[in-house]
């Protein structure tokens, strides 16, 4: 299966703690995307990468939030201090910068629930 | 800012029946337009997509028309399925921009 994966699926953890969260794009991807999506919503932007640079940071990323991405290849969100609004799916996603529209390849997400 | 619209759900049929799913935009200049499908326990699928005014998308018996004039994107399906029942998410990216702003979602269940 050559789509975007995303590890792990579920995450539990109590308040306070700090979680990870990995994402791998499909393979000749440059852009990479991270959105969450809270229950009865559609997903909202936080965060995009063209290659290893990121180009753009949504104001609902708060500063306990971070990502990376340094080889360029696989992506990692972090959230430090987790709050019980945290709790969402995060989903990643990714495109080529070269395609005419951008369309975006979404992996399976990982939900993350705060205790 | 960049916004969409669509008719709240569930929206329940029987199987056969003709499907709109009705969704409106608000973007600055002539955006790109996409319908996401999300089936139970799976990712975000993109199902079509129409890049400039009168474009139409289409993909597995769906349909969308973007229409400039009343900035919209209406989904459609002549006959749906069981297998049709998910969640669709409209979705914009404005030019020049790849980021996707997406609507709530409407989630359509079809009955055998």
């Known amino acids: 299966d050559t789509g975007v994966s995303q590890d792990p699926r579920h995450k539990i953890t109590k308040r306070g703690q700090n979680v990870t969260f990995r994402c791998d794009p499909i393979?000749?991807?440059?852009?990479l995307y991270w959105y969450r999506q809270t229950l009865g919503q559609g997903p909202e932007f936080l965060t995009y990468?063209?290659?290893?640079?990121?180009?753009?940071k949504s104001r609902l990323l708060s500063d306990r939030f971070s990502a990376e991405r340094p080889k360029g290849s696989f992506s990692t969100l972090e959230i430090q201090r987790t709050e019980q609004g945290d709790s969402a799916m995060y989903l990643c996603?990714?495109?080529?910068?070269?395609?005419?529209?951008?369309?975006?390849?979404f992996g399976p997400g990982t939900r993350l629930t705060v205790t | 800012g960049n916004s969409v619209t669509q008719m709240e759900g569930p929206v329940t049929l029987s199987e056969e029946a003709f499907l709109t799913i009705n969704c409106t935009y608000t973007?600055?200049?002539?955006?790109?337009l996409f319908w996401y499908v999300q089936y139970p326990g799976e990712g975000l699928q993109l199902l079509l997509k129409?890049?400039?005014?009168?474009d139409k998308g289409s993909n597995k018996g769906f349909e969308a028309t973007y229409r400039k004039e009343t900035t919209s994107f209406h989904l459609e399906k002549g006959s749906v399925q069981v297998s049709d029942s998910a969640v669709y998410f409209c979705?914009?990216?404005?030019?020049?921009?790849?980021?996707?702003?997406f609507g709530k979602g409407t989630m359509l269940l079809v009955s055998p």
């Open positions: 129409a890049t400039k005014a009168d």
């Open positions: 393979s000749e991807h440059n852009r």
């Open positions: 979705a914009l990216s404005a030019r020049g921009y790849s980021t996707l702003t």
């Open positions: 996603a990714s495109s080529l910068a070269s395609s005419e529209a951008y369309e975006q390849y």
């Open positions: 990468f063209q290659n290893e640079a990121q180009l753009e």
């Open positions: 973007a600055t200049g002539y955006p790109s």
